[in-house]
């Protein structure tokens, strides 16, 4: 059984940085991807970043470019999202998410995404 267990979420300042973490187990996705999109109240489940296949391409949406980094461990089985320069519109529930076989367009899509952890909430405010 495939489980994805996240971590490291809660509450920081504008300016701070936060640095969540996703752990798969059951199963590995070093062909596919592993990575994150978040959700705030009332809008619709936002694509944040992503690794994909063996080579590590990262990818990330426009709104945490240049503010966020997604790297993995050598084993290729735990994800890292390094959010710094975190602003009050970051505030939202993260979610790690992990497909074995997505294909380059469908990154963005979590419709494609077969597997899902719980969430993180990650609150940002002074």
């Known amino acids: 059984q495939v489980h994805l267990e996240e971590s490291g979420g809660g509450l920081a300042q504008p300016g701070d940085s936060l640095r969540l973490s996703c752990s798969a187990s059951g199963r590995t996705f070093r062909n596919g991807a592993m990575g994150w999109f978040r959700q705030a109240p009332g809008k619709e489940r936002e694509f944040v970043g992503v690794i994909w296949r063996n080579g590590g391409h990262t990818y990330y949406g426009d709104s945490v470019k240049g503010r966020f980094t997604i790297s993995r461990d050598s084993a290729k089985t735990t994800v890292y999202l390094q959010m710094n320069n975190l602003k009050s519109e970051d505030t939202a529930v993260y979610y790690c998410?992990?497909?074995?076989?997505?294909?380059?367009?469908?990154?963005?899509?979590?419709?494609?995404?077969?597997?899902w952890g719980q969430g993180t909430q990650v609150t940002v405010s002074s």
């Open positions: 998410a992990a497909d074995a076989t997505i294909i380059l367009s469908e990154l963005w899509n979590p419709g494609a995404y077969d597997y």
